[in-house]
């Protein structure tokens, strides 16, 4: 099974701090394959608020994302191209948020929804124990946080043990 697909966004600053803009995006599928961009701001965001603090924990640098980061259309596009038609889940709603500022600094369409991961634990059945389990498990594998590549790896690894049945 290699569907659904996890995503996670790092962002410039959490939204209560600021009008934040995307920097970092990754999918995960449960197959254990994955993506991850770095996001070159958008002219739009250049105005747009920043937080050292964000930055501490993600080590992510403008200086990096003028250097490494991809543009915009160039992330959305390969995003969509890897995910293809499986459904994608975040664990938080601000992800559906991030996907959405994404879209708008290239005047782009919604390439695909983002469905909150709650809703496909409880559509399968998985108690609150089952998911704390399958989350523990995937933390003890993939411990690095803060990072949306390994965020949405982590995701993705939970759902494969609850799916596999690897939990109890």
């Given at each position: ?104 600094a290239v005047h782009a369409k919604l390439p ?17 124990p089952q998911v704390v389990a399958a989350l ?33």
């Open positions: 099974m290699s569907c659904p697909t996890l995503i996670d966004f790092e962002a410039s600053c959490l939204p209560e701090y600021g009008q934040s803009y995307p920097i970092e995006v990754a999918v995960a599928r449960t197959d254990g394959s994955s993506r991850a961009w770095l996001i070159r701001p958008a002219e739009q965001w250049r105005y747009w608020d920043w937080s050292d603090e964000a930055e501490a924990l993600h080590g992510i640098s403008r200086e990096m994302l003028e250097a490494e980061g991809l543009p915009p259309a160039q992330v959305l596009s390969e995003m969509a191209a890897f995910i293809e038609d499986c459904p994608v889940y975040a664990d938080a709603d601000l992800d559906q948020y991030w996907l959405e500022v994404l879209c708008q695909f929804p983002v469905h909150y991961l709650g809703e496909f634990l409880r559509e399968h059945g998985f108690t609150r523990e498990e995937a933390k003890r594998r993939l411990p690095k946080e803060h990072l949306a590549r390994e965020d949405a790896k982590r995701l993705a690894l939970a759902v494969k043990l609850l799916v596999d049945g690897e939990v109890s």
